[in-house]
């Protein structure tokens, strides 16, 4: 008999599915994304003479440089007019569904900047830059969970990762360095150091609360093969195997089942494997590097849920008459 807990989780499962609640989800989280990161920028970011990294660190100081020379180009003019001409270019290139909510993080935040007054709520230096690495690494993880961005260098990255295959988190980190070299050698060293304990503040608590492009093996032992895999392969789209095994201590024939998925769908993987055969036993460990074939679409979205690919649906089902053909074949 099912729990109440189970009907809600079910029901939860079911409107995670539909298109408009996954988008509600997104929205509701960018805009705190981006109240977050207007009330880091005037309440921490601007008190400690700080630096934050990326596109937002190019228009602060943009800001400060601008206000030295007499002519004022905004912190919130500054984001919308490095993000707009970027966003159009990645357009083509990349989800537009990421593009349109990463627009919508940098259009909000922007839209907080001018229109809300942050205050200070700390007058210390050190906890300025300790809250603040903190507050600014868990508005971007908001974002980033909710299958968006703060826009900027996360438009170059997947561009290039799209276009070329490769990384350019290297050239990334060098252009942040720069950023700081110009920072400290016009507003002064002490502040170029806070800066640099704020953005790995920062970073570390978006590595705390973000893996969803993390990978892990799964390998499941089963007695119940066929059934879990026609399963998996009509959940989600990623390829599995399967080798058949010797029990050590039963001797009974069985099979180990083996797939590597992003840690953001393997939650659900473990729960559909666990309802096919509650008896499987599934072992799950890092994967620190994949070579290969690698599907990622849907990875952006909010929950997992979505990861299904409804335009891969009548190759899937030439596959399952293929497979039901074989079984008939061979006497099963």
């Not at 879990?228 to 001797?251: K, L, N, P, T, W």
Request: charged share 15%; aromatic share 10%; net charge neutral.
């Amino acid at each position: 008999m099912n729990t109440a807990t189970d009907i809600i989780g079910d029901l939860g499962h079911e409107l995670a599915r539909l298109t408009v609640i996954r988008r509600i989800i997104t929205a509701g989280a960018v805009t705190i994304s981006a109240l977050l990161q207007a009330f880091l920028i005037q309440a921490f970011i601007n008190p400690a003479n700080l630096l934050p990294s990326g596109f937002t660190g190019v228009a602060v100081l943009i800001d400060r440089i601008t206000a030295i020379w007499g002519v004022h180009i905004s912190t919130d003019l500054g984001m919308l007019a490095l993000n707009i001409p970027l966003a159009l270019i990645c357009l083509r290139s990349i989800s537009k569904r990421f593009v349109a909510f990463s627009m919508l993080q940098v259009a909000l935040s922007a839209a907080f900047l001018r229109f809300l007054d942050f205050q200070p709520i700390l007058d210390d230096q050190i906890m300025l830059v300790v809250f603040g690495g903190f507050i600014s690494g868990l508005s971007i993880a908001i974002a980033l969970k909710a299958g968006a961005s703060t826009g900027g260098t996360d438009f170059i990255s997947l561009l290039v990762a799209n276009r070329t295959g490769k990384t350019i988190w290297g050239f990334i980190f060098a252009g942040n360095c720069a950023l700081l070299v110009i920072f400290g050698w016009l507003f002064g060293w002490e502040h170029a150091a806070y800066s640099i304990v704020f953005q790995f503040i920062a970073t570390k608590t978006i590595d705390s609360f973000y893996h969803r492009y993390d990978r892990v093996t799964l390998q499941i032992t089963t007695r119940h093969a066929d059934e879990v895999m026609d399963a998996y392969i009509d959940s989600f789209q990623h390829g599995i195997s399967c080798a058949e095994v010797i029990g050590g201590y039963s001797r009974e024939r069985m099979y180990l089942l083996h797939t590597v998925v992003s840690t953001y769908e393997s939650e659900d993987i473990i729960r559909l494997v666990r309802e096919v055969d509650p008896g499987a036993v599934i072992n799950v460990f890092r994967t620190d590097n994949f070579v290969g074939g690698w599907w990622s679409g849907h990875v952006d979205e909010p929950l997992p849920t979505a990861v299904p690919d409804p335009a891969k649906q009548p190759a899937r089902e030439a596959a399952r008459r293929r497979r039901s053909a074989l079984m008939q074949d061979d006497g099963r």
